[in-house]
């Protein structure tokens, strides 16, 4: 059996309400025109999930960030696990660099959203990366690894983890790794003792300057499971060509 890459289309903080509903409806389009052989999940911002998940059933849905606190309590401006599945987010991102950068969020706070996730069978999509200053270093491999270490739970074994891995220095910068540097990097993953039990369960995709002409080649990578799409993925054009 073959499994269809993962398309996962980050729109980060962009679109209003309006013009979310109209991009998605252009979105369901080009699915049912293309047959596409790709999986697409879209991660709105999380205002939109309820009612893109109403108006597009078809349309699988994923948050970009979710609270660290899972029970409901005075946590003003937060959204738990449970308050997005509800709404019909079947994925999350966890992690995403831009939330490291900005929102000081630590390992440790990311393994713990990516528990709350779980538990409200919500499918975590874990993204890990290094800065151009740490690979230059040399000590990029042993970052990546305390990330995996500290934010991937083992115990229970999650029913499936998706990893994404976003080197910093490819996020919107036009910059993207060889093929065999996001291999080595995938290698990496999926031979970590800390992954071991968790290999059936865990995909791997990439992230960082993917666009209509770079991810064909990069669906070849070995082991690779999909890709995650920032600023392409809000361009008609491009998606549909990625989609195609
Ligand atoms: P980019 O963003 O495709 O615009 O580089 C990717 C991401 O931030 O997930």
């Known amino acids: 059996m073959t499994i269809s890459p993962l398309i996962i289309a980050n729109w980060k903080m962009h679109l209003t309400?309006?013009?979310?509903?109209?991009?998605?409806?252009?979105?369901?389009?080009?699915?049912?025109?293309?047959?596409?052989?790709?999986?697409?999940?879209?991660?709105?911002?999380?205002?939109f999930i309820a009612s893109l998940g109403e108006r597009f059933p078809k349309l699988q849905l994923c948050a970009q960030d979710l609270s660290i606190f899972d029970e409901d309590g005075p946590y003003t401006g937060e959204i738990s696990a449970k308050i997005l599945a509800s709404c019909g987010a079947k994925y999350s991102l966890i992690g995403h660099s831009e939330r490291r950068e900005y929102f000081d969020e630590t390992n440790v706070t990311i393994g713990k959203k990516v528990q709350n996730a779980i538990?409200?069978?919500?499918?975590?999509?874990?993204?890990?990366?290094?800065?151009?200053?740490?690979?230059?270093?040399?000590?990029?491999?042993?970052?990546?690894?305390?990330?995996?270490i500290s934010s991937v739970p083992t115990n229970p074994i999650p029913k499936e983890l998706i990893i994404a891995y976003e080197p910093l220095w490819s996020?919107?910068?036009?910059?993207?790794?060889?093929?065999?540097?996001?291999?080595?990097?995938?290698?990496?993953?999926?031979?970590h003792p800390h992954l071991k039990r968790l290999a059936k369960a865990c995909r791997?995709?990439?992230?960082?300057?993917?666009?209509?002409?770079?991810?064909?080649?990069?669906?070849?990578?070995?082991?690779?499971?999909?890709?995650?799409?920032?600023?392409?993925?809000?361009?008609?054009?491009?998606?549909t060509k990625i989609l195609n």
């Open 171 to 191: 996020i919107g910068t036009g910059l993207v790794p060889s093929l065999d540097q996001i291999a080595e990097v995938f290698e990496l993953i999926l031979g």
């Open 204 to 239: 791997l995709v990439y992230g960082g300057s993917v666009n209509s002409k770079n991810y064909q080649n990069l669906l070849s990578i070995k082991d690779i499971g999909g890709l995650l799409i920032g600023s392409a993925s809000l361009k008609e054009e491009e998606i």
């Open 119 to 148: 538990k409200h069978n919500i499918t975590p999509i874990i993204c890990i990366g290094e800065s151009l200053e740490c690979r230059q270093a040399g000590g990029f491999k042993d970052l990546l690894s305390y990330q995996i």
């Open 17 to 47: 309400l309006k013009e979310a509903m109209a991009y998605a409806a252009k979105i369901e389009k080009i699915l049912e025109l293309q047959k596409s052989n790709k999986q697409l999940i879209i991660a709105p911002p999380s205002p």
